[in-house]
């Protein structure tokens, strides 16, 4: 079984910034991409950014480019989301996804973990 944890959430005033983390853990895992969703309350999740594992491919949803960056350690299979320049409206759940290299589909996911903007 792959297990996902997420750490890093909070409250922070519009303007500020917050660094999500999370690490898979569990089976022998072949990672084809990592990636971060939210959801707000009242809406659907939405997908947020992504990173492949074998290369440098990264997206953002147009909403975050220029604010979120998303980076990688392989060596931990750890993928992180460094959020600046936070607005109220990125207040939500922020969920970390695992797409392995068989099936290349978001399958494995975490718990969740509150990011909150305060205006």
């Known amino acids: 079984q792959v297990r996902l944890v997420e750490s890093g959430g909070g409250m922070v005033q519009a303007g500020g910034s917050l660094r999500l983390a999370c690490a898979a853990s569990?089976?022998?895992?072949?990672?084809?991409?990592m990636g971060w969703f939210r959801q707000a309350p009242g809406k659907d999740r939405e997908y947020v950014a992504g990173?492949?594992?074998?290369?440098?491919?990264?997206y953002y949803i147009n909403s975050v480019k220029g604010r979120f960056t998303i980076s990688r350690d392989n060596s931990k299979n750890a993928v992180f989301l460094q959020m600046n320049s936070l607005k109220p409206e990125d207040t939500a759940v922020y969920y970390c996804?695992?797409?392995?290299?068989?099936?290349?589909?978001?399958?494995?996911w975490g718990q969740g973990t509150q990011v909150t903007v305060s205006s």
């Open positions: 569990g089976r022998t895992i072949e990672i084809f991409t």
């Open positions: 996804a695992l797409a392995n290299t068989l099936e290349k589909s978001y399958k494995y």
């Open positions: 990173i492949s594992w074998r290369d440098d491919n990264t």
